[in-house]
């Protein structure tokens, strides 16, 4: 396979950057290594100059991941590489990823630089950034509001001066697929170096066109494209992963390309993502949401019996689901084994290490025992629960007692373990999750904003299990907790402490 595009990930580095989606160390080495499964080229694991989390984790992914290429985040300035070569030269093969923004408006209300003073440090620092790392990545950024002769004319001096990958950002999601691709073929023919560099394609998905805005990119010669998983990343998000990674395997006739992702482990990745930042995929998502290989219409669902050709253009195998079993819907109950269990767990994309399947395994128990049969849904919520309070939980509970009622003051009395400490607390609140909140404050004394809390049921009836996500602002960052059970104000008080102990951590 000579003529391939890379996958270039940057949920650690543009997806962690949106709202919410702020990942500790373990949980970023947890994604990195599912990334590697995936086989994706590089792994942009973060901006290292940006805080020392962001070295820490950079240099650390760097030290475990082998295979993908880890790539680290640069302004075009020497403290900062410097500071990015610090975090990757202990990979096998590490990346520096420098960029510097071209367009009119960037260089007169950003940078107040004129285009000449730009194309000179932009040379600068890729020599320099090249001289301490041969495999080196320039970004013009907002490239595609850059006029194209000036880009043309930086794309060509930095590749002269050692970039090896330069890519093409459409930082604000503003291009459309025909003018992106044009701008790309623009630079395959004005650049005279160009087949010394690979060019990658960067796209934002403010007007929903990230996906086919790089798929114009791939068609007129780009080799690389950045993506993040579940399409996470500022704003409207990143180009989603899942999606143009199956569209080239899909329509490998006509784009005449292919990736070396393994594509049996989309959805592992999806879901990981999806627990770890508590941002739910929506059902009718590509790829990915729990309706994409479902036939509902009668018509649809004969024609799919008879011949699956004939309503499905990809088979749910090739993203990592077992087809069958999903259409039979095996339901568990307290009595299934734990070898049905983790097979389940295996058929619905979920790469567990065994203490995971210990605790999901347990958790499944107590759930059994209130609900008799449990479903694919409540499964997912239980190994979200499980994921989530896994990181080396500080605060568990011990102990939750709730009063409330019409007539009745809602109160909660809470009892917290924090290593060998116990501490309890009663509170009075507006109802009863407030009490709770109000409890657990008490014990942890970390004075966050709690900004959200949403609830849903995961599955139907009375014994549903509810899902609840709470987003605390603690310090200028925003924090996810997710908890479910099938008594709601338990959910609330779970997900709540995992909310703050991703804060202590
Ligand atoms: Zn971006």
Redesign the pocket.
């Known amino acids: 396979m000579s003529d391939y595009v890379r996958i270039f990930d ?1 949920t650690l580095r ?1 997806g962690e950057q949106c709202p919410g989606a702020t990942m500790n160390l373990e949980e970023k080495l947890r994604v990195a290594r599912q990334l590697a499964l995936l086989n994706v080229d590089v792994i942009e694991a973060g901006f290292p100059i940006a805080s020392k989390d962001d070295f820490e984790a950079v240099k650390t992914i760097a030290g475990e991941i082998e295979g993908p290429e880890i790539a680290g985040l640069c302004r075009c300035l020497p403290k900062d590489i410097e500071r990015g070569w610090q975090a990757v030269k202990g990979a096998r093969k590490p990346r520096l990823h420098i960029f510097l923004a071209t367009s009119k408006i960037h260089l007169q209300y950003k940078l107040r630089k004129a285009e000449d003073e730009i194309l000179r440090q932009a040379v600068e620092m890729t020599k320099y950034a090249a001289s301490l790392c041969a495999n080196v990545e320039f970004s013009p950024e907002d490239a595609s509001r850059t006029e194209r002769s000036f880009l043309a004319e930086v794309v060509e001096a930095v590749i002269e001066a050692g970039a090896t990958t330069v890519n093409i ?1 459409d ?1 604000v999601g503003y291009a459309v697929p025909w003018e992106y691709g044009e701008t790309i073929k623009y630079l395959r023919t004005h650049v005279k170096n160009i087949d010394r560099a690979v060019l990658s394609a ?1 796209c ?1 998905d403010d007007l929903g066109l990230a996906v086919a805005n790089s798929l114009a990119a791939v068609a007129n010669g780009a080799r690389q494209v950045e993506v993040a998983v579940n399409g996470l ?2 704003r409207a998000g ?1 180009c989603a992963l899942e999606e143009i990674v199956m569209a080239i395997k899909t329509r490998r006739e006509v784009l005449g390309v292919d990736t070396r992702v393994n594509t049996q482990q989309i959805m592992a990745a999806s879901r990981l993502v999806s627990q770890i930042t508590g941002f739910p995929v929506p059902p009718n998502k590509a790829i990915v949401g729990s309706n994409a290989f479902k036939h509902e219409a009668g018509i649809h669902q004969h024609g799919v019996l008879v011949h699956r050709a004939t309503y499905e253009i990809m088979s749910p195998e090739q993203i990592g689901l077992n087809p069958e079993e999903i259409a039979q819907g095996i339901v568990l109950g307290k009595h299934s084994g734990h070898h049905a269990f983790e097979k389940r767990l295996k058929d619905l994309g979920y790469n567990l290490t065994q203490d995971e399947v210990a605790r999901a395994l347990e958790r499944f128990k107590e759930v059994a025992d209130k609900k008799k049969v449990v479903y694919d849904e409540d499964l997912h919520a239980i190994v979200e629960d499980v994921v989530a309070t896994g990181a080396r939980p500080t605060y568990t509970i011990d102990y939750l007692s709730v009063t409330a009622g019409s007539h009745l003051i809602p109160t909660a009395t809470v009892r917290l373990r924090k290593g060998g400490r116990v501490v309890q607390r009663a509170a009075t609140g507006d109802g009863p999750v407030d009490a709770v909140f109000k409890a657990i404050s008490s014990i942890t004394h970390i004075k966050g904003e709690l900004l959200d809390y949403a609830i849903r049921s995961v599955t139907s009836g009375r014994e549903a299990m509810g899902e609840v996500t709470v987003k605390v602002r603690y310090k200028e960052r925003i924090y996810t907790g997710v908890a479910a059970s099938t008594d709601v104000i338990e959910a609330s008080a779970k997900a709540y402490v995992n909310c703050l102990n991703r804060i202590l951590v």
Do not use: A
Request: no cysteine.
């Open positions: 940057t543009d950002p930082t960067h934002h990343g500022e990143n």
